[in-house]
C-alpha cells in the first residue's frame, strides 16, 4: 500500500478550510487510491476552532484519511509536505490601501515560503489561494530559492470555472462541451476571460456571441462573480473556491484530457509579453505533474489589451512588495 501523502492546508479553520479538508479527506483531491494526511496551520486563536474541524474530519470515517496534526508553526507544518494549499490570508479591512495588504500578507507569506524552503519534500507543490494570490504566490516563492519556482502556483480555476458556467449558460451546452477557455493575467477584476479560442463542440464560441455580450455582460459578470457573491450570501464563495482549488491540484497531478487546457496562475517565462518571473494567469495544459504555458495562440488586440492592463496591475503589485522589502 501507498504512504499517505502530507497535504498542508492553511487557514483550515476559515470558511474555505471547512469546505475543502472534508473534499481531501474523501479522495477527491488526488485520487480514491491515495491516502492522505492533513496538516492544519492556522494562528493560535484559530488553532481550537480547527481542533473541532478535526474532531468533525475523525467523525467521518475516511477510509483515506491517514491523520490529521494542527501546527501553529509553519516550520512544523510543513515538514514534510507534498502539496500546500496556502488559504489563509489577511483580508483587506475598511480603508485599508493596497500597499498596507500587500505588506500584512508579506507577514504572512514570507515565513511561510521560508518553511517550505527549509521542511517541503521535494516534490512539494504550491497552491496560493489566499488573497492577493498572485502576489502572495509570488512572495512565497522568493523566500524558497532551493524549490523550483514552477512548484508555486496562485489560482484563477475559479474565475475558469466561472466562466464555463455562464458560458454553458449562454450557449444552453453542458459544460463538459466547452474547451479552450482562458482566464489571463491577475485574480482580480482585472483578469480577462478571454474567449477568443474556445469551442463550444467544435465550434468557435467567439463567433456565436456577440461582442457586446462579451464585453458587457460576460467579462464583468465573472470578474465581479466575488462581489456578487457576497452580495447574495453574505459572505464570500467558500465552497466553489474549495472547489476549484480540488481542480487545480488534481489537474496539476493528474494532467489536462488531449485538446483542452486549464486556466492557472504559475510563473511567467516571458510568454505573450507576460514578465518572466511574474505569477500570472495563462491557458496552461499539464502533463506529469508539470504546468506548460499553451505557446503560439494569436492574440488579437482587444485581448492584448486586457491581459496588458491585468499584468501591469501585477508589475505594480510586484514593485510594491519589491520596495517593502518583501521579494
Ligand atoms: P476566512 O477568514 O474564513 O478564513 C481564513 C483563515 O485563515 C482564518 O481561520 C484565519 O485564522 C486563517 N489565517 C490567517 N492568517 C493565517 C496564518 N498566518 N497562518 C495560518 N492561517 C491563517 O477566509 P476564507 O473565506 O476561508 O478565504 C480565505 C482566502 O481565500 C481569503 O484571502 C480570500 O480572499 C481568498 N479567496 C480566494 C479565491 C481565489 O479564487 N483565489 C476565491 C475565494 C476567496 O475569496
Known amino acids: 500500500t501507498q504512504a499517505p501523502v502530507n497535504v498542508t492546508v492553511t487557514g483550515a479553520a476559515g470558511q474555505i478550510g471547512y469546505a475543502l479538508l472534508f473534499r481531501i479527506a474523501s479522495g477527491q483531491l488526488l485520487g480514491q487510491d491515495v491516502p492522505v494526511k492533513l496538516r492544519l496551520l492556522e494562528i493560535p486563536q484559530a488553532v481550537k476552532a480547527a481542533e473541532g474541524t478535526a474532531m468533525e474530519l475523525e467523525d467521518g470515517a475516511f477510509p483515506l484519511l491517514a491523520g490529521t496534526d494542527i501546527f501553529d508553526d509553519p516550520k512544523q507544518a510543513f515538514e514534510g509536505t507534498n502539496i500546500a494549499l496556502l488559504v489563509g490570508a489577511r483580508p483587506r479591512s475598511k480603508g485599508m490601501e493596497r500597499g498596507d495588504l500587500l505588506e500584512a500578507n508579506g507577514g504572512i507569506f514570507k515565513p511561510q515560503g521560508e518553511a517550505i524552503n527549509a521542511g517541503a519534500a521535494d516534490d512539494i507543490k504550491v497552491l496560493v489561494v489566499g488573497n492577493p494570490a498572485n502576489t502572495n504566490a509570488l512572495i512565497a516563492r522568493s523566500h524558497a530559492p532551493d524549490v523550483p519556482a514552477d512548484r508555486f502556483t496562485a489560482m484563477t480555476r475559479l474565475d475558469h470555472n466561472r466562466a464555463l458556467a455562464q458560458l454553458a449558460k449562454k450557449l444552453g451546452v453542458p459544460v463538459t462541451e466547452l474547451k479552450k477557455v482562458a482566464i489571463w493575467g491577475n485574480h482580480s477584476a482585472t483578469q480577462y476571460p478571454s474567449v477568443q479560442h474556445a469551442e463550444f463542440g467544435g465550434k468557435s ?18 470578474a465581479k462573480r466575488g462581489a456578487a457573491i457576497i452580495e447574495a450570501r453574505g459572505l464570500s464563495s467558500a465552497a466553489s473556491a474549495a472547489s476549484a482549488a480540488i481542480d487545480h491540484v488534481h489537474t496539476w497531478v493528474n494532467g489536462t484530457p488531449a485538446g483542452d487546457w486549464t486556466s492557472a496562475a504559475v510563473a511567467s517565462d ?18 506529469n505533474g508539470q504546468h506548460k504555458i499553451v505557446q ?7 485581448s492584448r489589451a486586457r491581459i496588458d492592463a491585468s499584468v501591469n496591475e501585477l508589475v505594480e503589485e510586484r514593485d510594491t512588495v519589491q520596495k517593502l522589502g518583501l521579494i
Open 205 to 222: 464560441i467567439a463567433d456565436a456571441v456577440d461582442q457586446a455580450w462579451l464585453e458587457n455582460d460576460f467579462i464583468p459578470t465573472v
Open 270 to 287: 516571458g510568454s505573450y509579453g507576460v514578465p518572466e518571473g511574474l505569477i500570472s494567469s495563462f491557458p496552461v495544459t499539464a502533463e
Open 296 to 302: 503560439g495562440l494569436e492574440i488579437d488586440d482587444f
